[in-house]
């Protein structure tokens, strides 16, 4: 079974800081993990997603997350926040490579003028 | 493009009644899913379909849930007798083939008093 930890359901962030959320994952067999977003009103969009090949992944919106087998965690990060950043941030992991998904509790992102 | 369209947004039922969530996935997808959220959980994986078939359907809490995607298209989830711990988020997700990528509707938010 494949599950996935992100510590802190609100995360604060200034304007222009970094944005570092963490995600841990356990899983079986070598794992597919996912970064999900949610804006208001609106569905999950695909972040990015780490597959197997190139451990730094880089998504939209200037989002990228560093798999790291020895230590079981999948890291996002934006170098500067944007207001448009205010969202709720998703980790997910599936061990098969398909789209049953094993989320997070989510980290609602706000960012501070 | 049309994106994934789940309606109603909302529903307010008692206790007992039934209620029925209808997901319209982005046209040409085979795979149609459910998720759910329980508030103040992960979003939690229901089932898959592949066109009209259930491929996967290991996350339905119990028989008070029925999914159907007649033809393949549109897909349905009723909840008959309805209980309070049902409340909460229901997404409906659809991909393409083989894709790893999730496009996702903006849910159903299910009230049960």
């Known amino acids: 079974a494949q599950s996935v930890t992100q510590l802190g359901s609100h995360v604060s962030v200034s304007e222009g800081a970094l944005v570092l959320l963490r995600c841990n994952y356990s899983s079986s067999v070598p794992p597919y993990l996912f970064w999900y977003v949610q804006y208001p009103n609106q569905g999950l969009q695909l972040l990015l997603k780490y597959t197997s090949a190139a451990t730094l992944v880089k998504g939209i919106n200037g989002f990228e997350a560093e798999f790291k087998k020895s230590e079981t965690s999948f890291h996002l990060t934006k170098p500067s926040a944007h207001m448009r950043d205010a969202a709720e941030y998703f980790c997910?992991?599936?061990?098969?490579?398909?789209?049953?998904?094993?989320f997070g509790k989510g980290n609602q992102v706000v960012v501070i003028p | 493009e049309a994106g994934v369209t789940q309606f109603p947004s909302h529903s307010v039922i008692e206790k007992g009644q039934t209620v029925t969530l209808r997901c319209d996935p982005i046209?040409?997808?085979?795979?149609l899913y459910w998720y759910r959220r329980v508030m103040g959980k992960e979003i939690k994986f229901l089932l898959h379909f592949v066109k009209e078939s259930k491929q996967d359907e290991s996350g339905m809490p119990n028989n008070r849930f029925l999914a159907e995607r007649t033809g393949g298209t549109y897909s349905t989830l009723k909840v008959q007798p309805a209980e309070l711990e049902d409340s909460g988020v229901y997404f409906c997700a659809s991909s393409q083939g083989a894709s790893l990528k999730l496009f996702f509707g903006s849910g159903t938010q299910l009230s049960v008093l």
């Open positions: 046209s040409g997808h085979d795979n």
């Open positions: 997910a992991v599936s061990g098969e490579g398909n789209n049953r998904l094993a």
